[in-house]
């Protein structure tokens, strides 16, 4: 009991985690069709301004509680703005062009921004740990969980709903929803694609720093972290389905829940659990669990 | 007198011939690859305060100001030009980089290397290349018990030092001790490390020992939730970690805020360099090894006290064992190349290495294991306990290097398994 309990929470925590890292990703594919490679950079971004910030803001005294708002305001801001500049001074000179291109150029905007990371912060360790002991521990059977996990999973799921909410239920978020059908006739029945594209890419990149600022707390921030997570990643979104917002979800329970039972039952098959659920998806269903239908142009 | 003068001039030729050669010589630099890890989870704790160390001590090799008894200006007369490479990228990568370093660099030698895993790909590079290499960090035992190499060499004992002390000191210091549980690294190191750790164990106590789990997370996972909560689950007395770098960072933090780590014993092999990023975590009681007499266990010497100071005056922090290692690293290849004497083939460099001794920061080194190329150093452990808000040790236990090191030719693990035959302990 107490062990199913533990697989159940930590799977949850994990999933969670996994699921703010991907959910930008597979927002960005779903609408854009670009695999974004850079997404990593900017988890790796929203690290380093949010523990930054939060270190700073620990040395001027103020409250504790407030440091939530600068972890949080300080990874977004950073995100937004470079996510920005990476659209407006990159990416639309490239829209249009074959995935693969797409691949290329946003891999090369990981390998400058994992360059500039290391130029602004240099090399030397982050810590941002204060917001993570902030919210203390809760004791049951016997186990001890940080309040800060499920925090996280509080958030995940409010960004899980905000997206359901945003894409289904709001005028721009039907128009998004057109967009991802057909971007062709969109254009031409005057909807401002340019504009959904940019704003589509500035949400990505916000939730992915977003959720390298969630993670900071927990770790120490290093060059480098963003490419550890991308690949994870890429795993949730393959399970789920590149482009599904509900696939990223699924996908990163199902890697959650399978590590958790994985280190709790069997630890030997930890590192190999992940890539064997993949493989295992993919042998049924080759475009993953919710892959969005595209419509066939005539 | 005709004679006398064409012997005097071909005296006064041989001299300045000589002469101009010592000192083209000397005007010549001593290209050395130098190989850590400058980005990726490694950087921060190991490669970077080895780097710097590389700085601080190669800087004083070219002066000529390092402490007695290490005299002389550069290598054999030679200055140091270092070379750095990241060893981020992995083992393949990093068989590139030693041949760029060696064939397009044209470097004299090469200092490297903190993954176990590049420890173990290089040396068959390096043989092959004719290399002469010294490994400063890694720790795995597998590279001189799989193998004789001639060109490469290690200035600092195994990780199974580590563990068969870790293991020696929990017997001796933990009372009622009945279980333990690990979490390692999925890799050689991480392997190796609980390996060693259980199987002395299980010598020490005749069998005596129950192991409650055994984790391996990936290498730089970030993420120990579940492995905290299968710790909490399987409790045991002491929980043994042999994590390294950004690892134990990322572990000490998430441990500490579930508790674990005031609720339960822990061992870390390789904790030392988390001391001072992250000591207000640990709780007092917790033992920390420095993988060797390093840092706040480093022995009173001229030469350490100057590399504590210089280190911390100049970088702001204490030097930990990764810049004790590549201190180490560096003096045993100058010593090495000044015995062999200017102009020494690598060869003769090889010969005079063999089988050194000499002291550095960290104390005493013997290259007395792996045929003259592996060097054994004694091991050090304590318990950590805060004085007026000050890290401090208590419990400080010092295994000689016979103690904890297997005997030269010995395979680790059949050394302990044999009950630690020959085992030479204070």
Redesign the interface.
């Known amino acids: 009991m107490?062990?199913l309990l533990?697989?159940l929470?930590?799977?949850s925590?994990?999933a969670s985690?996994l699921f703010i890292i991907s959910a930008g990703l597979t927002l960005i594919y779903g609408v854009m069709r670009i695999l974004n490679m850079s997404h990593g950079s900017f988890y790796a971004l929203g690290a380093y301004s949010g523990a930054a910030m939060v270190g700073w803001y620990f040395s001027t005294g103020s409250v504790p509680w407030f440091s939530f708002v600068v972890l949080i305001s300080s990874a977004l801001v950073a995100g937004v703005t470079v996510g920005l500049l990476v659209e407006r001074g990159l990416l639309r000179f490239m829209y249009g062009r074959d995935e693969v291109v797409m691949i290329l150029v946003t891999y090369a905007v990981l390998l400058i921004m994992?360059d500039a990371i290391?130029l602004i912060w240099g090399?030397?360790?982050y810590?941002a740990?204060q917001p993570?002991?902030l919210l203390g521990?809760t004791?049951f059977m016997?186990?001890?969980?940080?309040n800060?996990?499920f925090m996280l999973i509080g958030v995940s799921i409010l960004i899980g709903l905000a997206l359901w909410y945003g894409l289904n239920r709001t005028q721009n978020g039907k128009l998004l929803r057109v967009v991802i059908h057909d971007r062709e006739i969109a254009g031409a029945l005057g909807i401002n694609v340019s504009k959904i594209f940019t704003i589509t890419f500035l949400i990505g990149a916000g939730i992915g720093a977003l959720a390298g600022a969630l993670?900071a707390?927990?770790?120490?921030v290093?060059?480098?972290?963003g490419i550890?997570?991308i690949v994870l990643a890429f795993a949730v979104v393959v399970i789920g389905g590149l482009g599904s917002i509900s696939g990223a979800l699924v996908g990163a329970l199902i890697v959650g829940m399978a590590?958790?039972t994985a280190?709790?039952l069997y630890?030997?098959v930890?590192?190999f659990v992940i890539y064997a659920v993949m493989g295992l998806v993919l042998a049924f269903r080759p475009q993953g669990l919710f892959a969005v239908a595209n419509a066939r142009k005539i | 007198m005709k004679h006398s003068l064409l012997t005097a001039a071909t005296v006064a030729c041989a001299i300045t011939t000589g002469g101009l050669s010592l000192s083209a010589h000397a005007a010549e630099e001593y290209k050395l690859g130098l190989v850590t890890f400058?980005?990726?989870?490694a950087?921060?704790?190991f490669?970077?305060p080895a780097k710097n160390a590389a700085d601080l001590v190669i800087e004083a090799i070219n002066d000529g100001t390092l402490p007695a008894p290490i005299e002389g200006k550069g290598i054999d007369g030679r200055m140091i030009t270092p070379v750095y490479v990241d060893e981020?990228g992995g083992a393949t990568k990093q068989t590139s980089e030693f041949r760029n370093l060696v064939q397009r660099d044209g470097v004299d030698a090469v200092v490297g290397y903190i993954s176990s895993g590049d420890c173990l790909a290089i040396p068959a590079v390096a043989e092959e290349l004719k290399m002469l290499t010294v490994l400063f960090d890694c720790g795995t035992p597998r590279v001189f018990e799989e193998a004789d190499y001639k060109y490469v060499f290690r200035t600092h004992s195994t990780a199974s030092m580590d563990n068969i002390a870790a293991a020696r000191y929990i017997n001796d210091n933990v009372p009622e001790l009945q279980s333990v549980a690990g979490i390692n690294q999925?890799y050689s190191w991480g392997h190796d490390s609980w390996r060693d750790f259980t199987e002395t164990l299980k010598v020490l106590r005749d069998g005596d020992i129950e192991i409650t789990?055994?984790?391996?997370?990936?290498l730089?996972a970030?993420?120990y939730?579940?492995?905290i909560?299968?710790l909490?689950?399987n409790s045991a007395d002491v929980i043994h970690t042999s994590f390294w770098g950004?690892d134990t960072?990322?572990f000490v933090?998430?441990a500490?805020?579930?508790?674990?780590l005031a609720?339960n014993q822990l061992i870390f092999t390789a904790g030392e360099t988390a001391l001072n990023?992250?000591g207000e975590?640990l709780p007092d009681g917790a033992i920390i090894g420095a993988r060797g007499p390093f840092g706040p266990f480093a022995p009173e010497s001229e030469l350490n006290t100057w590399f504590q100071t210089e280190f911390t005056e100049r970088f702001g922090t204490p030097p930990t064992f990764p810049a004790y290692h590549m201190a180490h690293a560096l003096i045993g290849l100058k010593l090495a190349q000044d015995k062999a004497g200017v102009g020494a083939s690598t060869e003769d460099v090889i010969s005079s290495f063999e089988g050194l001794v000499f002291e550095g920061p960290g104390g005493k080194v013997e290259m007395n294991r792996g045929k003259g190329h592996q060097a054994a150093t004694e091991m050090v452990y304590g318990r950590l306990k805060r004085v007026d808000g000050e890290i401090t040790f208590t419990d400080i236990t010092r295994y000689a290097a016979d103690c904890v090191n297997p005997p030269e030719g010995t395979e680790t693990v059949e050394w302990i398994q044999a009950g630690m035959p020959g085992a030479e302990c204070n």
């Not at chain 1, 707390?217 to 120490?220: E, K």
């Not at chain 2, 500490?256 to 674990?260: D, M, Q, S, T």
Request: zero cysteines; charged letters at 20%; proline letters at 7%.
């Open positions: 107490k062990q533990a697989i929470v930590d799977g925590v994990y985690w994992e290391k090399v030397e360790p810590f740990y993570y002991t521990r004791q016997g186990l001890s969980f940080a800060y996990d993670t707390p927990g770790l120490s290093v060059p480098g972290m550890e997570v590590r958790a280190v709790h630890p030997q930890e590192l | 400058l980005s990726g989870a950087s921060g704790p490669g970077i981020a999925n789990t055994e984790q391996f997370p990936k730089f970030g993420q939730g579940a492995e909560s299968a909490q689950v950004g960072d990322a933090l998430q500490a805020a579930r508790g674990l609720d990023s992250l975590h």
